[in-house]
T-cell receptor, first 115, second 109 residues
Framework: DAGVIQSPRHEVTEMGQEVTLRCKPI?????LFWYRQTMMRGLELLIY????????DSGMPEDRFSAKMPNASFSTLKIQPSEPRDSAVYFC?????????????FGNGTRLTVT | SQKIEQNSEALNIQEGKTATLTCNYT??????LQWYRQDPGRGPVFLLL?????KEKRKERLKVTFDTTLKQSLFHITASQPADSATYLC????????FGAGTRLTVKP
């Protein structure tokens, strides 16, 4: 079991550029979550997919953020255009039962720095 | 407003002692509460889950309590070891999963 795989591990970009973060959930898990972690705000839920369908995107900060899950084994989180305040660690997580009642399995995150 | 508060940002204890971490919440009625461990540069790792109708849950040296009247969960690590040093996060499950800011535990040899 390779766990949840995120890429890249680190991303440094300039303000205004497009950023794409990638996630491969654990095989067989039918729910996928994107979180953002900062010192000020802790871990915040951005969006949640169940069976590849977005269920709750109320945490997505604004229209600059978009997420897709074209199939059960891949998801992307895109920021366009990026801003310095988007600097954070972005985590992807998956779980097998499609609900918050079961534990989440997190990837090791993408550390994004926008200058 | 809804809040999840973990008692302190940092907790330092001596090896062999029991570490007790607190998670308080307001304006939530969670059905479940989970505890996670996070090491630097890594994602959170699940430790324990406790349901609202359960008072206590144990796993090896770990114990979690859940008091829905006090709106509080306590997380205990007995016979602590330097390897237990990490940040511990509580998470409330209502319609979604909300995390506390975490407590950084340091166990000194």
């Amino acid at each position: 079991d390779a766990g949840v795989i995120q890429s890249p591990r680190h991303e440094v970009t300039e303000m205004g550029q497009e950023v794409t973060l990638r996630c491969k959930p654990i095989s067989g898990h039918n729910s996928l979550f994107w979180y953002r972690q900062t010192m000020m705000r802790g871990l915040e839920l951005l969006i949640y997919f169940n069976n590849n369908v977005p269920i709750d995107d109320s945490g997505m900060p604004e229209d600059r953020f978009s997420a897709k899950m074209p199939n059960a084994s891949f998801s992307t989180l895109k920021i366009q255009p990026s801003e310095p305040r988007d600097s954070a660690v972005y985590f992807c997580a998956s779980n097998p039962l499609g609900s918050y009642n079961s534990p989440l399995h997190f990837g090791n995150g993408t550390r994004l720095t926008v200058t | 407003s809804q809040k999840i508060e973990q008692n302190s940002e940092a907790l330092n204890i001596q090896e062999g002692k029991t570490a007790t971490l607190t998670c308080n919440y307001t304006n939530y009625s969670p059905a479940y509460l989970q505890w996670y461990r996070q090491d630097p540069g890594r994602g959170p790792v699940f430790l324990l889950l406790i349901r609202e109708n359960e008072k206590e849950k144990r796993k090896e040296r770990l114990k979690v309590t859940f008091d829905t009247t006090l709106k509080q969960s306590l997380f205990h690590i007995t016979a602590s070891q330097p390897a237990d040093s990490a940040t511990y996060l509580c998470a409330l499950v209502v319609n979604d999963m909300r995390f506390g800011a975490g407590t950084r535990l340091t166990v000194k040899p």
